[in-house]
């Protein structure tokens, strides 16, 4: 039984112990006061009937002398009829009514209140005798007298009665001081007994917190010393509370630890293994200075020293000569600054041979923050730097035979744009006066002019694109404003091919589509002239719009003859026509440049077609909802009018030519003479062109971009510096249709930039606009 409560005593929780010691020498010292409050109680009794006594007494002796007072002021009145007398007798009449009736409620003792009772008719006797008295004013004193005598034996009587009772009072007061003497001595002695039991409490208590959780703490603490000495820990008692949780789980943790540090040990065999097994990196350690401390195969490799060799050496013998000791030095403190270092270089081995080195220095610190050394990772780079360098060398020669490709196409754009600038200008005026008769004729000169300026444009815009230098403005355009103008743009296309072009499909104001609108334009003209041109007799095109979440598909429908399943796959492959009609322009790059620009502008372009069944081309861009719905109205571009614009106003001013091309300058020559107003005033060189300039002080200058003497931007920038010519319009003529060119000569102060050929409305249009009619 005994071990049971031992057993339960120590796996109680420290807050259960904690309790049961503090609250023992507690429940000693409350029973110690409750004694000491009972005792006081009792001689707090024992005094007040001692205090009671006292009082009774002195009631008894105040009833006696009242009594005798009251007779001596009624004899003395009578006697005398003086009422000077008079105010004992008065005084005395209530003070023994309240002394009689505080005598009977401090009364006790069952004889005195016999006694008590006795007295009270013998003193109303008497007092009733004294009011007789005096109410009778004729007594004379002889009758006082016989009064007085005859009144003797009650006044004896009672003083028989108030000495018994006086009497008894004082036996009575012995007693109850004797009472109270003793009850004081109780409490002296409870007073003893509760500071010994509290002492006593106090002693069992520090007992029990000493043997039962100062001790074993010492135990735990001792044990947590050794832990962390590395020492075996002593046995710990299996008590389940706090103090014996701490020691068992200071055990497992003494356990865990030595089981943790042999697998650590393990690991580190293990780690050393592996190092030592490398062969492709250098891994060794530095000390703090930078001297090695160990070394693996892989280091030994690379580096040709051994272990023996190397110990104790400083990593400087690695480096350059010519780096000594600045480059080690520096690697160290960028190192111990940032935590590691990491640089490719050349290294030395123990041979003296170099090799190109990747290397990483990390610094190492311990639990205190203090740096212990480095680790340093040595690769050797050397075939991997030379392949890289052949890389560059073959990413070189690629970028300068892209650059080559990209200025012969420029040139050739030139030079090929120049001479279409003649031919296109001339055959636009010759179509402009030509009789009906020679109209065909003239026409087939400008669809072939056409025809080749789009090729080259196509050819200039797939080189772009390989090179990727082609500028996009990704903006959100109104779909069905980008949808009627490129209808209106095929329109008579496909009246003169007799096919039919079918209305657009109702679209919602604010439905945008996420484009380059000059690209996107380019690609469905692409998509709408091929669906005219290769479209059967009395054909048909249609376009189809299905909007999704997040993308718009645009389907070009055609009835044509469809295209072969297996013609397909080389569809968008650049001048690839696929067995096309030879009657037929095309250059085979339309479709390859329309996939390449969606791509760029994230989208798609894909094909469904079958032979026979006719072809649907879909492109696929980004969906945007327009905040402000444009104005859906019917964007159909309204070409100018040629004979209204050949009908020239008299208008009066000069026009510098600079060009130096003679087909190019006849070209605007023969333009302006249908404006006889005008005065041309040609230079075929920059420096002439800026001389005349600064003579005539012309209204309007146009200005070649290729000049024998001068550049035409330097020639521009100098009419801009020229307070001559500073606000003078500056057409630039180029060849070169580049957005880069454009933006460079509008950067530079052009007003407007043609390109050639030269489009014969669009130019009469700038006359119009810089020689306005006068008023």
């Known amino acids: 039984m005994n071990v049971f409560y031992a057993r339960r005593w120590a796996d109680l929780p420290l807050r259960g112990k904690a309790l049961v010691v503090i609250s023992l020498p507690l429940v000693v010292l409350l029973l110690s006061l409750v004694l000491i409050y009972t005792t006081e109680r009792q001689t707090a009794r024992a005094e007040e009937d001692v205090r009671r006594v006292l009082r009774v007494q002195g009631d008894i002796q105040a009833v006696h002398t009242l009594l005798a007072e009251a007779a001596a002021s009624v004899r003395g009145y009578l006697l005398t009829r003086s009422e000077d007398f008079l105010p004992g007798y008065l005084n005395a009449k209530p003070q023994i009514e309240s002394a009689l009736r505080r005598l009977d409620s401090n009364v006790r003792d069952q004889r005195v209140r016999e006694q008590l009772t006795a007295i009270r008719p013998l003193i109303n006797n008497k007092i009733d005798g004294l009011e007789d008295m005096l109410g009778d004013p004729t007594t004379s004193p002889e009758s006082i007298t016989n009064i007085l005598v005859s009144n003797k034996h009650i006044l004896d009587e009672l003083r028989r009665h108030i000495s018994a009772m006086l009497t008894l009072e004082d036996s009575l007061l012995a007693e109850r001081t004797a009472a109270a003497s003793e009850t004081r001595q109780r409490l002296l002695l409870s007073t003893w007994l509760a500071a010994i039991c509290g002492l006593f409490g106090a002693i069992v208590a520090v007992l029990f917190l000493s043997k039962g ?247 200039l815009d797939i080189a772009k694109i390989e090179a990727g230098r082609l500028p996009l403005n990704i903006e959100p355009i109104a779909l069905a404003i980008a949808l009627q103008e490129a209808l209106s743009l095929v329109s008579p296309m496909a009246t003169d091919a007799g096919i039919q072009l079918t209305p657009l499909p109702t679209l919602a104001a604010d439905i945008g589509i996420v484009a380059d609108r000059q690209r996107l334009t380019q690609v469905l003209l692409n998509l709408l002239s091929n669906a005219i041109k290769y479209n059967r007799p009395q054909g048909q095109v249609s376009i189809e719009v299905e909007v999704e979440q997040q993308r718009i598909t645009v389907s070009v429908c055609d009835t044509g003859n469809g295209i072969a399943a297996d013609h397909l796959g080389q569809l968008f492959k650049p001048f690839e026509r696929l067995d096309a009609d030879p009657n037929v322009e095309g250059s085979g790059l339309g479709l390859a440049l329309s996939k390449s620009l969606l791509e760029m502008m994230k989208g798609s372009l894909t094909v469904q077609s079958q032979s026979g069944s006719g072809s649907r081309f879909t492109l696929e861009l980004p969906f945007v909802r327009l905040l402000e719905s444009p104005s859906l109205c019917a964007a159909v571009i309204h070409t100018r009018s040629l004979a209204p614009a050949l009908a020239a106003p008299e208008i009066q001013g000069n026009v510098l030519c600079i060009e130096d091309n003679l087909s190019s300058l006849a070209l605007i020559e023969t333009l302006l003479q ?50 001559i010519t500073q606000n003078t319009p500056v057409l630039m003529i180029t060849a070169d249709a580049s957005d880069l060119t454009r933006l460079t000569l509008q950067e530079a102060g052009a007003t407007a930039v043609l390109t050639k050929p030269i489009n014969v409305p669009a130019f009469l249009a700038h006359l119009d606009k810089y020689f306005p009619e006068p008023v």
């Open 674 to 723: 249908r404006r006889p107003g005008i005065k041309l005033l040609s230079s075929m060189q920059g420096q002439l062109g800026l001389d005349l300039a600064a003579q005539h002080a012309p209204q309007l200058i146009l200005l070649d971009v290729s000049l024998p003497d001068v550049d035409g931007l330097n020639v521009l920038q100098r009419l801009r510096r020229s307070a």
């Open 213 to 459: 959780i100062v001790a074993r703490v010492q135990n735990v603490q001792g044990n947590a010393q050794r832990l962390a000495l590395g020492q075996p820990l002593r046995p710990q008692p299996p008590e389940k509370d706090e103090i014996g949780q701490l020691g068992t789980r200071l055990v497992e943790a003494g356990a865990l630890l030595a089981e943790r540090e042999r697998a650590l040990r393990e690991n580190e065999e293990r780690l050393r293994l592996i190092i030592d097994g490398v062969k492709d990196y250098g891994i060794f350690a530095l000390d703090t200075a930078g001297h090695v401390t160990s070394w693996n195969a892989g280091a030994e490799r690379i580096k040709g020293y051994t272990e023996q060799e190397i110990i104790g050496q400083h990593f400087s013998v690695f480096y350059l000569p010519q780096e000594c000791p600045q480059h080690p030095d520096m690697a160290l403190s960028e190192a111990t600054r940032n935590g590691h270092y990491m640089e490719e270089g050349w290294r030395c081995r123990q041979d003296g041979t170099r090799f190109w080195a990747s290397v990483v220095i990390t610094a190492q610190y311990d639990g205190t923050g203090a740096l212990r050394g480095f680790s340093k990772i040595t690769r050797d780079i050397t075939d991997r730097r030379a392949a890289e360098i052949a890389l560059s060398t073959a990413r070189e020669e690629a970028e300068r035979a892209s650059r080559a490709k990209s200025e012969f196409l420029s040139r050739m754009s030139h030079e090929l744009r120049t001479p279409l600038n003649s031919i296109l200008g001339f055959a636009q005026l010759l179509d402009m006066d030509s009789p009906a008769g020679q109209k065909a004729q003239v026409g087939h000169i400008l669809r072939a002019g056409q025809h080749l300026l789009t090729l080259i444009n196509e050819v």
